[in-house]
């Protein structure tokens, strides 16, 4: 029998490697065969180096420059070329990305971005454009423009687009101003928006951001709007609602219709948060159930990039109701048939009633690229199919792991884009976030953990249409095996990960005193020791 080291892990309970594969000796380097230990590139640098030959510095600086001249040297690390290029491929290395695995976050939909899209994005007609350029100049990116706002009109059963905001909470402030506007218009000053509580939890910060008192409406015991208490909450002070359909418990909200008809009823508009418009498109317009404004992440469903690799674009969808308050600017067409870009001086007569700008831009030019190579890559056949392939995926992870993980909604139908898990059942003591750091260990990224707040040591799996069955089934045995292992009271997953480059660190600490800024020579404080950089 192995001695367990100071984590309690034991070579025998190791599920990843053989006999001794946790135990394996700490190195000098503190590198881990090919996992490298990166130094700051602060500790790489040194004076007098650089990668590059600059030519000789100027003589006297023109007076009028003088008072701008350094004083002291600048602050910044010394690298050859060799030693800035392995850096930052060494960081690059650490970093988990699409390419490598799936990303199973929960209400993000981290889908592949196609390498088409890339390629589109960057022909130079798109990528090396500038928004000050003369109108007649950039006819092809106006027409981009012009087709995908045509296609996500189509596709969501809308009266109108604005393509201007850069991001999904962007454009849930745009469709609330634009309700706003269209309360103002009828001298109807409202002060109340209703926000369920399986919504995003973006929309309640929208809706106080603009100016509004937001209250919550229960879910059911199903995980979806209480329509009794919508309904009893709606009178004249309520502007509108906000609710997000498929629901971040990864359902369908079956009486949409029925809600949208009775908060229309009661003189008020319906926000409906498109983030999970995967699931649904080419199968379900949201103007059909009632919906008067909705923003498409086309980061989610379109597969341009996210986060880091953005910037995002959201643009936001209009019913007939609220298309005369749309943002400005817009693209429309002269008599002559050129596209133009319509400012403020034009809009006072197309768009008179137009809540104003949001911007300054009309927007992303590479996402707009992306998305509309998607579609029409895709057609309407493929998109429909790119809805049925993510529920399929999402219902085949719940029906293979509700045996081992409580799933809360697992019986009240199927699924949409994911599957909602909880940790009810894992042995005193062990957590979701057990869960999620061992998934680490075993080459997956995390799952969302903790949210939706409806339900307890929620876990979130969003496998997307783009993962074969075959990584999925690689997914699922992770899970079930951290599972069984959380039942059994495996002491060494409380410590995981054991394979990461770093150990499980503080993140309550981490959260609130993080540190930032490099303290000059030596070791900046909280950095971990060798003895908690990856291995045993």
């Known amino acids: 029998?192995?001695?367990?080291?100071?984590?309690?892990?034991?070579?025998?309970?190791?599920?990843?490697?053989?006999?001794?594969?946790?135990?394996?000796?700490?190195?000098?380097?503190?590198?881990?065969?090919?996992?490298?230990?990166?130094?700051?590139?602060?500790?790489?640098?040194?004076?007098?180096?650089?990668?590059?030959?600059?030519?000789?510095?100027?003589?006297?600086?023109?007076?009028?420059?003088?008072?701008?001249?350094?004083?002291?040297?600048?602050?910044?690390?010394?690298?050859?070329?060799p030693e800035a290029v392995r850096h930052y491929t060494r960081l690059s290395r650490q970093n988990y990305a699409i390419d490598l695995g799936p990303f199973p976050l929960g209400s993000c939909t981290m889908k592949h971005n196609p390498r088409l899209n890339e390629a589109?994005?960057?022909?130079?007609?798109?990528?090396?454009?500038?928004?000050?350029?003369?109108?007649?100049?950039?006819?092809?990116?106006?027409?981009?423009?012009?087709?995908?706002?045509?296609?996500?009109?189509?596709?969501?059963?809308?009266?109108?687009v604005a393509m201007s905001p850069k991001a999904g909470a962007h454009g849930e402030l745009c469709g609330i101003l634009a309700i706003r506007a269209a309360?103002?218009?009828?001298?109807?000053?409202?002060?109340?928006?209703?926000?369920?509580e399986s919504a995003h939890g973006t929309n309640p910060a929208t809706a106080a951001f603009a100016g509004y008192r937001v209250e919550n409406i229960p879910a059911t015991a199903e995980g979806r709007v209480d329509l009794a208490a919508l309904t009893a909450r709606l009178g004249p002070d309520v502007a509108g609602v906000m609710i997000t359909n498929p629901n971040t418990c990864g359902l369908f909200e079956r009486e949409m219709k029925a809600i949208s008809d009775a908060v229309h009823a009661a003189g008020g508009l319906v926000y409906c948060d498109g983030a999970n418009f995967n699931a649904i498109v080419g199968k379900?317009?949201?103007?059909?159930?009632?919906?008067?404004?909705?923003?498409?992440?086309?980061?989610?469903?379109?597969?341009?990039?996210?986060?880091?690799?953005?910037?995002?674009?959201?643009?936001?969808?209009?019913?007939?109701?609220?298309?005369?308050?749309?943002?400005?600017?817009?693209?429309?067409?002269?008599?002559?048939?050129?596209?133009r870009l319509i400012e403020e001086r034009g809009a006072r007569d197309l768009a008179p009633q137009s809540f104003g700008r949001m911007t300054a831009f009309h927007g992303q030019m590479g996402m707009f690229t992306r998305a509309l190579t998607y579609i029409l890559s895709h057609g309407?056949?493929?998109l429909r199919?790119?809805?049925?392939?993510?529920?399929?995926?999402?219902?085949?992870?719940?029906?293979?792991?509700?045996?081992?993980?409580?799933?809360?909604?697992?019986?009240?139908?199927?699924?949409?884009?994911?599957?909602?898990f909880?940790?009810?059942?894992?042995?005193?003591?062990?957590?979701?976030?057990d869960i999620a750091k061992g998934l680490i260990d075993e080459g997956f990224h995390p799952m969302t953990v903790y949210f939706p707040l409806v339900v307890h040591g929620a876990m979130l799996v969003e496998p997307t249409e783009t993962e074969s069955r075959q990584?999925?089934?690689?997914?699922?045995?992770?899970?079930?095996?951290?599972?069984?292992?959380?039942?059994?009271?495996?002491?060494?997953?409380?410590?995981?990960?054991?394979?990461?480059?770093?150990?499980?660190?503080?993140?309550?600490?981490?959260?609130?005193?993080?540190v930032l800024v490099y303290q000059g020579e030596g070791v900046p404080p909280g950095t971990p020791s060798l003895s908690e950089i990856g291995g045993s």
């Open 1 to 81: 029998m192995n001695a367990p080291n100071k984590s309690g892990w034991k070579p025998e309970m190791n599920p990843i490697g053989g006999e001794g594969a946790s135990a394996r000796p700490q190195t000098r380097s503190g590198d881990a065969g090919l996992a490298l230990e990166e130094p700051l590139i602060f500790e790489l640098g040194g004076a007098g180096k650089c990668g590059v030959d600059f030519d000789d510095e100027p003589g006297d600086i023109a007076p009028a420059l003088a008072r701008f001249a350094r004083k002291a040297p600048v602050d910044l690390p010394g690298l050859t070329e």
């Open 120 to 160: 589109m994005a960057r022909l130079p007609g798109f990528a090396d454009i500038h928004p000050l350029q003369p109108m007649d100049t950039v006819q092809g990116a106006f027409e981009v423009i012009e087709q995908l706002a045509e296609w996500l009109c189509r596709l969501t059963g809308m009266e109108a």
């Open 183 to 196: 309360l103002e218009a009828r001298g109807d000053a409202r002060e109340v928006i209703l926000v369920p």
């Open 284 to 339: 379900v317009r949201p103007g059909d159930l009632g919906v008067d404004a909705m923003h498409i992440n086309l980061h989610k469903t379109f597969s341009t990039p996210h986060g880091g690799g953005g910037p995002g674009s959201g643009p936001v969808v209009l019913s007939a109701a609220l298309a005369p308050f749309a943002p400005i600017p817009f693209v429309r067409r002269d008599e002559k048939g050129r596209l």
């Open 380 to 382: 309407v056949d493929g």
């Open 385 to 420: 199919q790119v809805a049925e392939d993510a529920v399929l995926n999402a219902n085949y992870v719940l029906r293979k792991l509700d045996d081992v993980l409580d799933a809360p909604f697992g019986r009240t139908g199927p699924c949409m884009h994911e599957a909602l």
């Open 422 to 433: 909880s940790d009810d059942n894992l042995h005193e003591g062990f957590s979701t976030l």
């Open 471 to 514: 990584g999925l089934d690689r997914l699922i045995a992770s899970l079930r095996s951290l599972a069984e292992r959380a039942q059994a009271a495996d002491e060494s997953l409380k410590s995981a990960p054991h394979f990461a480059p770093r150990r499980r660190l503080d993140e309550t600490r981490a959260a609130r005193k993080p």
